[in-house]
């Protein structure tokens, strides 16, 4: 199983990116994916979710600006962001998650994370 973020980068304030998780090794339909970002000295912090069955859930800093989906067919999660703040600066992370009931415990995967930047 391996997920593989892309699309960050250098913005200035009020624009967008569009990041992108790609899985291969399982079926995203089968997970939950999730995007997180971890800004420097400060923990690692949620900002959305989509879950197998399609429900969406956003951070209050990423509601009305981000929106995540996902295209199955690709096995691809995308997360796109509007309205970009400086403080939206962050490595972001997709993560795929579910229950298994073979281990009785959760399997978690993670991506090696993206860079974005927004520039005053």
């Known amino acids: 199983v391996q997920l593989q973020a892309s699309g960050g980068g250098l913005v200035q304030a009020g624009g967008s990116l569009r990041l992108s998780c790609a899985g291969s090794g399982f079926r995203s339909v089968d997970y939950g994916i999730a995007w997180f970002r971890q800004a420097p000295e400060k923990e690692r912090e949620a900002v959305s979710h989509?879950?197998?069955?399609?429900?969406?859930y956003y951070a209050d800093s990423a509601k009305g600006r981000f929106t995540i989906s996902t295209d199955n067919a690709k096995n691809t999660v995308y997360l796109q962001m509007n309205s970009l703040k400086p403080e939206d600066t962050a490595v972001y992370y997709c993560?795929?998650?579910?229950?298994?009931?073979?281990?009785?415990?959760?399997?978690?995967?993670w991506g090696q994370g993206t860079q974005v930047t927004v520039s005053s």
């Open positions: 993560n795929a998650r579910r229950f298994s009931s073979t281990t009785m415990s959760w399997e978690d995967h």
């Open positions: 989509i879950r197998s069955s399609g429900g969406t």
